[in-house]
């Protein structure tokens, strides 16, 4: 079984998605690690140097792989499904959780983080909150197509774990 994390950045599907792998005793796999791994390169600075088009046909391509895996969480980018089919992709090959939160609590979040992200670095912070608001409208098209969606403030593993078995088992 297959099981992808979707949402918009800094909504936790890496952390979580450790957590949850860890609790099925499945392996872990994060996109946006498996690219920077594989290219030797970050992500930001792929951006800089090519651009998110060339991202993201190399992002279509690392996504189809995980189709075949077994026993697998997979903690996606914010954009994974949003381009090209790959939200059918992920669809077809598994179920998908949208980690869903309120768009002040997203800034906040993106305010702590260490880590840069590409799409937001050239946004002043006065700017952010309506940024933000725009983007995850249009993204969320495609995170609501998940098969199950949990609000990020309220992730209870154990309930989610509850529900993903009865979907495990009903499949």
């Known amino acids: 079984m297959r099981i992808y994390l979707i949402g918009y950045m800094a909504s936790g599907k890496s952390n979580f998605g450790r957590r949850l792998a860890e609790a099925l005793d499945y392996e872990f796999v994060d996109l946006d690690y498996l690219f920077e791994e594989r290219f030797r390169i970050s992500v930001l ?18 996504l189809a792989e995980t189709a075949h895996l077994e026993n697998i969480v997979i903690s996606t980018g914010g954009g994974t499904p949003c381009f090209f089919d790959n939200m059918d992709v992920i669809c077809r090959s598994g179920i ?26 050239d946004i ?3 700017e952010l909150q309506d940024h933000v608001s725009v983007h995850l409208a249009q993204r969320e098209l495609y995170y609501n197509r998940a098969n199950i969606i949990v609000e990020g403030a309220n992730l209870n593993l154990t309930l989610l774990l509850e529900e993903l078995t009865k979907m495990i088992n009903l499949r």
Not at 46 to 58: G, H, L, P, S, V
Not at 101 to 121: D, E, F, G, T
């Open 96 to 121: 998908s959780i949208y980690l869903h939160w309120s768009i002040p609590a997203l800034i906040s979040r993106l305010n702590m983080v260490r880590r840069k992200r590409p799409l937001l670095k």
């Open 124 to 126: 002043p912070p006065s």
């Open 45 to 62: 600075d792929f951006f800089d140097k090519y651009d998110e088009d060339a991202f993201r046909i190399i992002e279509r391509s690392l």
